[in-house]
């Protein structure tokens, strides 16, 4: 279940290269161990991954959320994402897997411009914004996903297509950011914010100060909050608590803590303060976001099979 958070993280990308071969139209891996990219970054390339284990945080535009394993993305082209377990972000996490193809959308130019191919054209553009899969579709789409990986030659290009076509012609498909983004990106402060964000993640469970994280980048704590304003549109202080909010999401999608428990662990002073923050961001409060976990995880189960 994700937290459904609408947020503006609008740190500056870092534009990442594909490696490809010269055998290859397009690049299908097995990412076994990794700790996913480790900064905000885009790509002129389609991205499709799917996540077979592992669980964490993903940022996607201006959306974050969590995620967890059996979960089916489609990314833009130039659409900044990142994804990160949970955890110390300077190791590997050795339980996460997961198959990642990248596509440039010229590849298909020609064939997406025949007019019986209007529906993979549209999905493309949608994709601007990242695509979640789910339901009847990702049952489907991850087999696909599982051949695409053992195919050679033209096999291969072809179930690239069935795997757009299914896609395009489901409605169990839902947008992710809100904005879309363009590849004009100012990369000067690429090193910087990815430090701010790496140290966030990695301390957001105790208080931060912020002549500590100011410190971080060798600046004053009055110029970095105006600097962190001026690039991401907010204060750090509502960023942070994003974070935190977010990992409270997940304890209590996975968890049975108490909300006093889940208010420390998220990294918050006392259950008073969880809850006006947490209502503030999600709309909810701690109990109506775990009581709606719990009914639609019962309906699942009323309809699931013995």
Request: aromatic fraction near 10%; glycine fraction near 4%; charge should be positive.
């Amino acid at each position: 279940m994700h937290s459904k958070l609408v947020i503006l993280v609008l740190m500056n990308p870092h534009l990442l290269a594909i490696p490809l071969n010269s055998q290859e139209s397009f690049s299908v891996k097995l990412e076994i161990g990794w700790n996913f990219y480790k900064q905000w970054h885009y790509h002129r390339e389609i991205e499709i991954i799917y996540i077979i284990k592992g669980s964490g945080t993903r940022f996607i535009g201006d959306r974050i959320d969590n995620f967890k394993e059996d979960e089916l993305l489609l990314i833009g082209s130039n659409l900044p994402h990142m994804l990160r377990t949970h955890g110390d972000l300077s190791k590997e996490n050795p339980d996460t897997e997961a198959i990642v193809v990248h596509f440039l959308p010229d590849i298909l130019s020609s064939f997406i411009n025949l007019p019986e191919n209007k529906s993979i054209a549209d999905l493309l553009y949608k994709s601007a914004h990242g695509l979640e899969i789910r339901g009847e579709t990702l049952l489907s789409a991850k087999r696909i996903l599982h051949s695409i990986r053992y195919a050679r030659n033209t096999e291969k290009v072809i179930l690239l297509i069935q795997f757009l076509h299914l896609i395009a012609s489901s409605p169990e498909t839902e947008s992710l950011s809100q904005v879309r983004f363009t590849s004009s990106f100012n990369k000067l402060d690429d090193d910087r914010l990815n430090r701010i964000y790496n140290y966030t993640m990695n301390n957001f469970l105790r208080q931060i100060t912020l002549k500590e994280i100011a410190d971080i980048v060798h600046m004053s704590p009055n110029s970095f909050c105006r600097y962190f304003k001026a690039r991401t549109k907010k204060r750090y202080s509502a960023f942070l608590l994003e974070i935190r909010v977010s990992h409270a999401c997940k304890l209590l999608s996975e968890t049975a803590y108490s909300m006093a428990v889940i208010a420390y662990e998220s990294g918050f002073m006392n259950v008073s303060n969880f809850n006006r923050h947490f209502k503030l961001i999600t709309g909810k409060t701690p109990f109506q976001y775990r009581a709606q976990l719990r009914n639609i995880k019962s309906g699942f189960a009323k309809f699931s099979p013995n």
